[in-house]
């Protein structure tokens, strides 16, 4: 299949839908309008009368589908609406549904002019709240992209193993640590922020020591004990490397979580970005004005998604807008052959709110019940797929591990789960410029690169990574590292699941090999 | 829905509306995906199908290969032709204490070199509380010298006399 640029494909009318646009332009959709009648879910119906259900003209049958005939008004069952098109009305409206149908062709056809129609009628009804500014394209993003692209472009070399690959010491019961280390290490706009120097730590440390002079004794920055491992792995040494000192700086800043005991390799990352963030963000000039953190963990991993809370009684939404740095997703109990974009579904999906959580509608004034709606408003350059595997009690005393089997893709098109996609299912699919449509498309597709597993029982397991390198996979199981075929990786269990963007995946350096001379030179 | 001879009205008229409403799901789906279809929504079906065959393909191939004995890395060579042992070997000085550690057993000895942990955080508690036990009605413990905090137990303080950094 071709790939396409446009949002949609637009579709040729059939010769009956031509003629008819051509004697009748948008008058019949317009003088439609005001029976046009949309429910608070966004299902849009035919409602000619208040008071009496609609009926075939000719027999008055009230069940099964409906048309309305655009140009005369008329409604007719199936049977009666191809006689009717004989008298040359062959364009009518499913009243049901909203949908335009060739009566003669005896089929839905398609016509944006009639999208439209009905997608303005909507808008006129709704009251949606301004959510901010709008969205405008991001420019300085884009750039910051293409430089990273341009600093990793291939060199030649020898080919022999791929540069970065290198085991990672079991400082006892590190295997949480050791796994997400992998997966940053290639994690290719991280990978090349390190090697590229960017977080340099001759400065860092000058900066320190001068705040050091006043205030508590400062510690070490993490992000500096984190461009100390990439500069192990990329080094060119192949004996596994003992992230002690990391250990130790990581220690220093997550108290909370310092303790030798086996952890969970997801809030170990999640923990990392944290203090990532924080030492960066002492150090960003200027400060943030309301928009986006430009620390390197957020610019690589920090994404906006949408909430969307309905009014069930009068369709009234509520958007609120919230940043992210992965998404977690329920594996469904019920699905014995369970997917990742199935998880994405469920997690898009619409959900009824209990009735204990129910909203204050503005619009109505009261409590009501309602529907929630996520959707993804921005996509961040990698995606962190975290699989809800570890069930915890709220006392934290039972919990249990779910080894349910999901299937991931290679190649995954995020564009489904996009809240301009998801908005524009929740109407129907029209043919229509919503709002935050980007003129080009946006770029959603992702390839994985990483693939932290889980095996064993909750208390006793162990955690691996693959890692994805000149399309070659490679698993990292603590100091051993060694080559797996597609299958093994397919076939695993995956709890974090890392995909990237697919236009940093190809040009950002999967051609590199191991090179003799130092890897600062190699990048630039 | 049954013929059955002795079919009342009622139960004739309820499978007659459980019908009207089914077809009445079955076109809306329909139509749905027509529209989906036609708009060049699910471009990407060829793909995702793609994708399944090959995950499918693998769990078979991995199932079979696993009865064939394979899988299990450890104890074997790595893709650069080493070896290693189960528990790490390389010996480094702790950057806490300075004392030469093995990899291996690095995190249990930073830990109580730090004074972090379970343990140590229990040890800490409990001292605190047989203080508290003491000197009730002074705000201050006796343990907690370098406290700046109220001492109601959210001062965490360490047998090494270093205050936890939050």
């Known amino acids: 299949m071709s790939k396409r640029n446009l949002t949609y494909t637009n579709p040729e009318p059939c010769s009956h839908l031509a003629e008819y646009k051509q004697n009748h332009s948008s008058r019949g959709y317009n003088s439609l309008q005001p029976s046009l009648k949309t429910n608070p879910n966004g299902r849009t119906t035919i409602k000619t009368s208040q008071s009496q259900i609609p009926r075939c003209g000719s027999c008055s049958a009230d069940e099964g589908r409906l048309y309305f005939c655009l140009i005369c008004s008329s409604i007719h069952c199936p049977d009666h609406a191809i006689l009717h098109s004989q008298v040359g009305h062959a364009i009518a409206v499913d009243v049901d549904r909203a949908e335009l149908f060739c009566c003669v062709c005896n089929d839905q056809v398609y016509d944006p002019d009639f999208d439209n129609a009905v997608m303005h009628k909507q808008m006129k009804l709704k009251k949606n709240p301004q959510n901010g500014k709008l969205e405008t394209p991001d420019k300085k993003r884009r750039r910051k992209v293409a430089i990273l692209e341009r600093e990793t472009e291939a060199t030649e070399g020898v080919s022999c193993f791929p540069w970065g690959l290198r085991g990672l010491n079991n400082l006892g019961s590190t295997c949480f640590m050791n796994s997400v280390l992998q997966a940053m290490l290639h994690t290719p706009p991280l990978r090349n922020y390190f090697l590229n120097d960017r977080h340099n730590r001759e400065i860092c440390q000058r900066r320190r020591r001068i705040g050091r002079r006043r205030g508590p004794p400062e510690m070490s920055c993490l992000a500096c004990d984190v461009d100390a491992v990439f500069l192990a792995a990329f080094s060119g040494d192949r004996t596994p490397y003992s992230p002690a000192r990391f250990l130790h700086s990581w220690w220093q800043h997550a108290a909370n979580l310092a303790s030798y005991e086996q952890q969970d390799a997801h809030e170990f990352f999640i923990s990392m970005l944290d203090r990532i963030h924080e030492k960066e963000q002492s150090t960003l000039q200027p400060k943030v004005v309301g928009g986006d953190c430009h620390c390197v963990a957020h610019r690589v991993f920090s994404g906006v998604l949408r909430s969307d809370v309905t009014c069930t009684v009068c369709g009234f939404t509520s958007t609120t807008y919230d940043p992210c740095v992965d998404i977690s997703l329920d594996l469904d109990p019920r699905n014995i052959a369970s997917t990742l974009t199935g998880c994405l579904d469920l997690f898009t999906r619409p959900e009824k709110l209990g009735p204990d959580q129910k909203l204050h509608c503005e619009h109505c004034g009261l409590r009501q019940d309602s529907l929630k709606q996520m959707s993804i408003k921005r996509l961040p350059s990698v995606l962190c797929f975290h699989v809800k595997r570890f069930e915890h009690s709220s006392a934290r005393r039972t919990s249990k591990k779910v080894d349910q089997y999901l299937q991931f893709p290679f190649s995954l098109d995020m564009t489904p789960y996009l809240s301009s996609s998801v908005i524009r299912n929740r109407f129907g699919n029209r043919i229509f410029a919503f709002e935050g449509d980007d003129a080009c498309k946006a770029p959603s597709e992702f390839e994985v690169f990483a693939v932290v597993t889980h095996t064993g029982k909750l208390e006793s397991g162990h955690y691996v990574t693959y890692v994805r390198l000149r399309n070659e996979w490679y698993k990292c199981d603590d100091a051993w590292v060694t080559r797996v075929s597609e299958a093994a990786v397919r076939a695993s269990q995956g709890y974090l699941m890392y995909y990237v963007q697919k236009m940093l995946y190809c040009r950002g350096g999967e051609e590199m090999n191991c090179m003799a001379t130092s890897p600062r030179h190699c990048c630039l | ?145 370098y406290s700046n905090r109220a001492a109601n137990g959210t001062a965490d303080e360490y047998a090494n006399g270093s205050l936890e950094e939050s």
């Open chain 2, 1 to 145: 829905m049954s013929n059955d001879d002795n079919s009342s009205p009622h139960s004739q008229l309820s499978s007659h509306v459980f019908e009207n409403l089914l077809d009445s799901i079955i076109v809306d789906i329909a139509s749905e995906c027509h529209r989906i279809s036609i708009l060049g929504l699910d471009c990407n079906l060829e793909g995702e199908e793609e994708e399944l065959r090959l995950s499918a393909q693998a769990r078979r191939r991995v199932a079979d290969s696993s009865n064939s004995g394979e899988t299990n890395s450890k104890h074997v060579v790595d893709i650069f032709g080493q070896t290693h042992p189960a528990i790490a070997n390389e010996i480094f000085e702790c950057m806490n204490c300075g004392r030469s550690i093995m990899a291996g057993r690095f995190a249990p000895h930073l830990e109580k070199c730090m004074g972090k942990g379970r343990k140590a955080r229990l040890k800490s508690t409990r001292s605190s509380t047989t203080q508290n036990r003491h000197s009730r009605g002074n705000p201050v413990s006796v343990y907690a010298p």
